[in-house]
């Protein structure tokens, strides 16, 4: 099993940067396809990019694409999500989720509020 935790939410201005980071503890975290979903009250929860174990790949939603860069750094069993020219749609809480096949572990999330 594996434990996962964000950070790195807040407030910030339409066209502003933030950079969140999940940090895993427990079984071997390069094991892991890592991803970033986010939700808004009243929708459902959406995806928003995915690194697989070895960084070899990454997948990202076109609503966050070119703006937003997922990363990882399993040395230090974080993965992060840069999030650069944020737009008042891209707030949300935002959640961290590690893969074995299915994401079947969650953080409790951060939130994002980005101001017009």
């Known amino acids: 099993q594996v434990q996962v935790v964000e950070s790195g939410g807040g407030l910030v201005q339409a066209g502003g940067s933030l950079r969140l980071s999940c940090a895993a503890s427990?079984?071997?975290?390069?094991?892991?396809?890592m991803g970033w979903f986010r939700q808004t009250p009243g929708k459902e929860r959406e995806f928003v990019a995915r690194?697989?174990?070895?960084?070899?790949?990454?997948d990202y939603a076109d609503s966050v694409n070119g703006r937003f860069t997922i990363s990882r750094d399993n040395a230090k069993n974080t993965v992060y999500l840069q999030m650069n020219s944020l737009k008042p749609e891209d707030t949300a809480v935002y959640y961290c989720?590690?893969?074995?096949?299915?994401?079947?572990?969650w953080g409790q999330g951060t939130q994002v509020t980005v101001s017009s």
């Open positions: 690194i697989r174990r070895s960084a070899e790949s990454t």
């Open positions: 989720a590690a893969s074995a096949g299915a994401y079947d572990y």
């Open positions: 427990g079984r071997t975290f390069s094991s892991y396809t």
